[in-house]
């Protein structure tokens, strides 16, 4: 299934995403350090879903440059 979004509602997911990553970096830091200062195991990143964040918000950079070009 493919969607078609416009060039402004990709920049708004870009947003979203970009906003959510801030989110669960802040969360990671916060849990890692809460477990550091009890001499824990850390938790693995991958917990938090970054790696796909970042994943998805660059496919998405890219779509929205590649329209950007084909527009005149």
Do not use: N, W
């Not at 969607?3 to 402004?8: A, W």
């Not at 550091?36 to 929205?64: M, N, W, Y």
């Amino acid at each position: 299934m493919q969607l078609e979004v416009k060039s402004g509602e990709v920049s708004t997911l870009i947003a979203a995403l970009d906003a959510l990553l801030r989110e669960r970096a802040m969360a990671y830091q916060i849990a890692s350090d809460y477990l550091a200062r009890r001499h824990q195991p850390q938790i693995d990143q991958t917990s938090f879903g970054l790696a796909h964040v970042i994943c998805l918000k660059r496919l998405l950079e890219a779509r929205l440059d590649d329209v950007k070009q084909a527009t005149p």
